[in-house]
């Protein structure tokens, strides 16, 4: 079976000394469909200077040269969704995304300190990687806490919480599902203030009309453990967000107490006929 290469991976996040010539090889073009057979791409520095049929590019004396013949270039890909979690686990895994053709990754949360590392050394070059952009996550007033995300209890939080992530370098911010109506806006408001796109699941204390006229910038999941996007498709979304609340409001009760949640699926339940 011809194997697949993809050029921004032969970069690995650092930038060759010299140019680099691959020979002969079927290029898949993306923007058109095309299939383009017995074409040469080089590259140079961190840059794809010319593609064109192999017969018109000559490697010059310094070129390092691969040969493509029966084997297909396609765009470096990206994967839309990945949890890296801590550090060795996340260096483990970014080779492992990079050898499947994977250049290009944004964490959607993960301990923040590991985080900002990897990435930090995906770029230097100091690790091998894919390009990562990575979220600041935050979360609502959890009776408990966990590394992936930052639990705020009110709005102040919420602001300062954004200010310190825009300040830490995050990419953006990401909203969870189990936060309240008050703050999901005082992120929204922030995140313009200071310039910073946020993202995320849709809480069941927001329509998802809402959530677009906010600004959130991506929809997660549908909106994530609740119903989401999936209502705002409904002739009953009124009824469906009041249901949708009152499950939110249940399951802090419960862990207030101390007692498991009950979780909707996707807020969906089968019925027998």
């Not at 590019?57 to 969704?81: C, F, V």
């Not at 070059?125 to 209890?153: E, R, Y």
Request: charged letters at 20%; proline letters at 7%; glycine letters at 8%.
């Amino acid at each position: 079976m011809p194997i697949l290469l993809c050029a921004a991976s032969l970069f690995a996040q650092r930038v060759p000394s010299s140019p680099i010539l691959i020979q002969n090889v079927t290029v898949i073009d993306c923007a058109d469909d095309a299939v383009q057979p017995d074409m040469s791409v080089l590259l140079s520095g961190d840059r794809i200077a010319i593609v064109a049929p192999a017969s018109q590019i000559k490697a010059s004396q310094n070129t390092r040269i691969i040969d493509g013949h029966d084997k297909y270039l396609i765009p470096g890909l990206w994967n839309m969704h990945v949890h890296l979690g801590n550090y060795s686990d996340g260096k483990a895994a970014l080779r492992k995304f990079l050898a499947e053709g994977i250049t290009g990754l944004p964490d959607m949360g993960s301990p923040l300190d590991d985080i900002l590392r990897l990435r930090r050394e995906t770029t230097e070059g100091t690790i091998l990687g894919p390009q990562m952009v990575v979220a600041g996550p935050i979360q609502g007033p959890l009776p408990f806490q966990m590394p992936v995300f930052i639990s705020v209890k009110d709005i102040a939080a919420a602001r300062d919480s954004v200010n310190m992530l825009q300040r830490r370098g995050v990419d953006f911010i990401k909203v969870q599902d189990a936060i309240p109506r008050d703050i999901y806006e005082a992120v929204a408001t922030q995140s313009r203030i200071d310039h910073i796109p946020f993202v995320g699941h849709i809480p069941p204390t927001v329509l998802p009309e809402e959530a677009s006229d906010a600004g959130q910038h991506s929809v997660e999941h549908l909106g994530g453990r609740f119903w989401g996007v999936l209502i705002g498709m409904s002739l009953r979304e009124s009824e469906l967000h009041a249901a949708e609340v009152q499950m939110y409001r249940d399951i802090l009760a419960r862990l207030s107490r101390k007692r498991h949640p009950r979780l909707p699926i996707c807020g969906l339940r089968s019925r027998r006929r």
